[in-house]
């Protein structure tokens, strides 16, 4: 037998099932698709190359079913090696020798069975004439090798600027932000002032992605950002300030402020030392005047005033020697520059201007004194245009026009009061009190808001508060299962009686029937005796007869009963069993029930524990700012920075500086950057937003941008972080044939555990339970599957969306999940059964995006249709939807208060809503 006819009668089997797929196809195939096709020579003007020529055809038209996943007829065409190995037929290629070549013969349609079949679910075409060429040619060549099918190296494209797409969106932990990625760009945008924008570079790259950023996950801490794209997870970090500089006056501090537009500040010892800072550094100049009551520097840095008990005194720093005095009527408190007037603050509330002509040596009071009260100005800044705050020791604060030297706004404070600022738009007031209380006021000076104590008791407050909810809820599912468990157990107690009551009746009907049995066989014994002794009797024949129909019924009727007394006795076991297990289960239900009330009994005791912790302490602030026209940062004496809602009073960050302990207060310049005053003399600049940078690469080799070798085989498309931030969680896979999923310790950039076989398609959306201890995926093979962490091992799957997985998430109390699917609907599941408890539907596009709100069962969702909605996942009710979306929505996120929902889609547009009423709050256009 040839070898032709050995390959062909291999493939019998094979040529079975392509025949049966095409009588059974709905596809018409042709006689002239099956005729063999004839090499066309094509003109290229070199040799044939594998990379550039035979690796294309294979993996448009081989690849999908003979690969390293899938090996039809065992046959792997994806490098040289396995090419020449083949499969159930031999090799595919015989070097040299193209004729004999079953890979050749079977794709030029000259043996069966033909490559690629058709029709086919890949949607491969038949090869051309010029294909076939080119791989006879290759084979004739001797088949030299390439680099090979699994080769990964990517010849990059710069991304089109107008191709910002948003498919990964996520808020911070502390909801003040929140990470946006378009296109290959990532950025960090605040939610109360969206025009507040960060964008994160790789340092070799122009943006931070060579291709789409397809997941963001944030770190618990708000510190530290992972972002996934091709084959690669990067690392961020900003950390919460940076120091740019230090200086040292060494003497106690008298008076310090800063210019106009906070370019320059100025700070003054008490003998006289003065320090002048810009954005470029500062320097130290000994200007001989002790006793500093007040200090002012102009924008250019070019002035310099500073107020004594007798005098004010004028210098250039550039030439300090020449100095002017005025000569002020009372005491100086306060003092700033505003373009080329001098204005001072009095101890008797007096404000007066004061200018100097070029031409004139000296400067000369300007327009006659204005006031508002006679209590000394103990604070004047700058706030707007020709116009600036006062604060007076009597606490009458105030706004003054300069131009037309009238208070614009006034109202009264606590007498108390030492420090005063505005937001931006000086709609919005704060000011602290020499017990460090911070009082937040409206445009009205109605005071709306009183913040007493640290950020972080509140926060420990408000997370034991909702550790409470989720242990509440938890206790409750638990004693439900304990009542549930008892009404069981009731109801096998009540089976076993019943199974032993059906016992005796069985015996007695058994025993009923046995005698007539014995009699019925004795007697039949005894005809059948006397037939014996008179065979031909036929009298005795008829009584044998009719003894053994009377036997036999006899019998029947006594297996019957024995049969039911079995059945009986079988029935009370089984029940009994049943019995027992439910005892077991119900003590186990019990006693898991007693943990959770425990548990809550133990989460409340800590909760009163913060609360009387938070009752007893105190802010001790020093000083404030607004960040922007909701935030407020306060600087406490110890060094501590708060950052809070000014509005809702909700605490937003909190981090010590350590250099700024002791604290007198600080000077706000421009860029974010403060210079914070200290008691003993010392002065420290400092960064509160300092840039985001890459700390690490996970996947490519080293850490490396190159991404040839790397330990994900394709696109990350899923992200998270586990609660406790310990470790790093990504999805993806090889599409149409695994799901890859990995644990990382992203501080090593160390690959702990890789999940085989978690999915059998691309793994597109991942979640930590809030315990941390299971991981929910959602796949392109319509699964979802919850793991183990710890171990990796499988925990539970669920088997329902007729189209890909596109996101998951975790009610708080980790009892129940929901999945929101491309078959435009959203799934509800038990997770401790693995039931399905609801589907709800009535989507127009794909769902997209999933979130359970806070710890309710509240539920939000975004889909393709471009609407936002809410539901109860409990009733599964639309109680609110969210519209003005014009395009494709991809990727959204909601605070836990449902107060604000942000969604991203095809054209880079981010929105913000408001979730409590649905108005469209914000469109933020890409740029």
Known sequence: MNLTMQISNRHIPLLALFFLMVITSPLRVTFADEQPIAPVPVELGREVDFDQDVAPILKNNCLACHNSKIKEGSLNLESHVAMLQGGDSGPSIVPGKSDESYLFQVASRQEESFMPPLPNKMNAKKLTGEEVWKLKRWIDLGAPEGKGLTNNTVVWSTMPQNLQPVYALTLFPNESRFAVGRGNRVQVISVTSPQDVSELIDPELPAAHRDYVNAIAVHPNGRLLATAGYRTVKIWQQDAFQILENAHLNEPVTAFSHSIAGTKSAVIGQTGRLFLGNNEGHQILETSIPGAKAVAVNEEGNLVAIATEADVKIMNPASPESTATLTVPSPVTQLAFHQQTLVTAHADGQLRTWAKAESEPTWQESGAAFKKSDAAIIQFNPVAENQFSALSADGNAAIWDLTNRTAVRGWMVPAETTKLCFTEDLKTAATVDKNGVVRIWDANGKQIQEILRPASTEKAVKDQERALAIAKAQ????????????????????????????????????????PP??????????????????????????????????????????????????????????????????????????????????????????????????????????????????????????????????????????????????????????????????????????????????????????????????????????????PDGAILATGGGDPSRDGELKIWNWKEGALVRTISNAHSDSILTLKFSEDGQKLATGSADKFVKVFAVESGEPFASFEGHTEHVLSVDWMADGLTIASASADKSVKIWDVQDGSQKRTITGFGKQVTGLEFIGVTDNLATCCGDKIVRLYQAGNGRNYRNLSGAQNYLNAFDVTEDESLVIAGGHQGVVRIWDGKNGQLLQTLEPK
């Not at 206790?475 to 109801?491: R, S």
């Not at 706000?668 to 403060?674: F, H």
């Open 517 to 722: 049995r014995d009699e019925a066989i004795a007697a039949l014994e005894e005809i059948e005796k006397k037939l014996a002794e008179k065979p031909d009797d036929a009298e005795l024949k008829k009584q044998q007869e009719a003894a053994q129909k009377k036997r036999d019924e006899a019998v029947a009727k006594f297996d019957e009963n024995t049969e039911l007394l079995k059945r009986a006795e079988t029935t009370l076991q089984l029940e009994k069993s049943a019995l027992e297990r439910s005892k077991t289960q119900n003590e186990a239900k019990s006693k898991q029930s007693e943990l959770s009330a425990e548990l809550v009994k133990k989460i409340e005791g800590e909760l009163k524990a913060s609360q009387e912790t938070r009752d007893k302490s105190t802010l001790s602030a020093v000083d404030l700012a607004f960040e922007d026209n909701q935030q407020l940062r306060v600087l406490t004496s110890t060094g501590t920075i708060e950052i809070w809602n000014a509005i809702t009073k909700q605490p937003i960050d909190e981090f010590q500086v350590p250099e700024w302990q002791n604290s007198l207060g600080w000077i706000p310049l421009s860029g974010d950057r403060y210079c914070q005053i200290r008691t003993d003399g010392r002065i420290v600049k400092a960064s509160l937003s300092p840039q985001w940078t890459l700390q690490r690469r996970l996947g490519p080799a080293n850490g490396e941008l190159a991404i040839t070798e790397s330990e994900f085989v394709d696109r990350v498309t899923a992200l998270a972080f586990s």
């Open 475 to 514: 206790a409750a599912y638990n004693l439900n299962l304990v009542k549930l468990g008892e009404t069981d157990l009731k109801q096998r107690e009540e089976a076993v009686q019943k199974a032993e009551k059906a016992i005796e009746p069985a015996k007695e009907e058994l025993k009923k029937v046995t």
